[in-house]
T-cell receptor
Framework: KQEVTQIPAALSVPEGENLVLNCSFTDSAIYNLQWFRQDPGKGLTSLLLIQSSQREQTSGRLNASLDKSSGRSTLYIAASQPGDSATYLCAVDVGSNYQLIWGAGTKLIIKP | DTGVSQNPRHKITKRGQNVTFRCDPISEHNRLYWYRQTLGQGPEFLTYFQNEAQLEKSRLLSDRFSAERPKGSFSTLEIQRTEQGDSAMYLC????????????????FGPGTRLTVL
């Protein structure tokens, strides 16, 4: 059974720092991995999607990497800003009718 | 088109009552998903539609839960005889048809319906 873990559960850093969020999964047989952002009381916004054949994806200040063999993905946020404060979740597609298996998220606070 | 919409945004009900939520996906998205999310947890998959066909149901979806997607457009999720354990955020997402059969496109989420069962 696929399990997705995100560590740490919460992270607080000063504005301007570069930071890395971690996601690990137990079964390397995935079709893709996605990173989402969730603001309090709101739905989820997709940030990056990495197909199983890819190693990384970039969008602006965000870079996500994928290492299937080790069951790990990282989300790198450069030059963090207070507006980056949110909960970041990763999810893996295990190919069962496009079901996503989710981590519990990392709550990120960027202090001005 | 402004994205996936869900109504109502908040619902407070008494235990034992029935509730129905509506999701309007992005037009032309043939795939629609329902998830449930409790505080501090990631979403849990409930069910999936491709057009009007319900192709997958989680074991979390007890017989008190039913979902429909008539005509392959909007979808409704009904919970009968609500219980306090049903209190959660119910999220709907849609995604377009992929060019390659097994490749998943990004899922676009609505703002969710927060259910509180007293």
């Amino acid at each position: 059974k696929q399990e997705v873990t995100q560590i740490p559960a919460a992270l607080s850093v000063p504005e301007g720092e570069n930071l890395v969020l971690n996601c690990s999964f137990t079964d390397s047989a995935i079709y893709n991995l996605q990173w989402f952002r969730q603001d309090p009381g709101k739905g989820l916004t997709s940030l990056l999607l990495i197909q199983s054949s890819q190693r990384e994806q970039t969008s602006g200040r965000l870079n996500a990497s994928l290492d299937k063999s080790s069951g790990r993905s990282t989300l790198y946020i450069a030059a963090s800003q207070p507006g980056d404060s949110a909960t970041y979740l990763c999810a893996v597609d295990v190919g069962s009718n496009y079901q996503l298996i989710w981590g519990a998220g990392t709550k990120l606070i960027i202090k001005p | 088109d402004t994205g996936v919409s869900q109504n109502p945004r908040h619902k407070i009900t008494k235990r034992g009552q029935n509730v129905t939520f509506r999701c309007d996906p992005i037009s032309e998205h043939n795939r629609l998903y329902w998830y449930r999310q409790t505080l501090g947890q990631g979403p849990e998959f409930l069910t999936y539609f491709q057009n009007e066909a319900q192709l997958e149901k989680s074991r979390l979806l007890s017989d008190r839960f039913s979902a429909e997607r008539p005509k392959g457009s909007f979808s409704t999720l009904e919970i009968q005889r609500t219980e306090q354990g049903d209190s959660a955020m119910y999220l709907c997402a849609s995604s377009p048809r992929s060019l390659a059969g097994w490749v998943t496109d990004t899922q676009y989420f609505g703002p969710g319906t927060r259910l509180t069962v007293l």
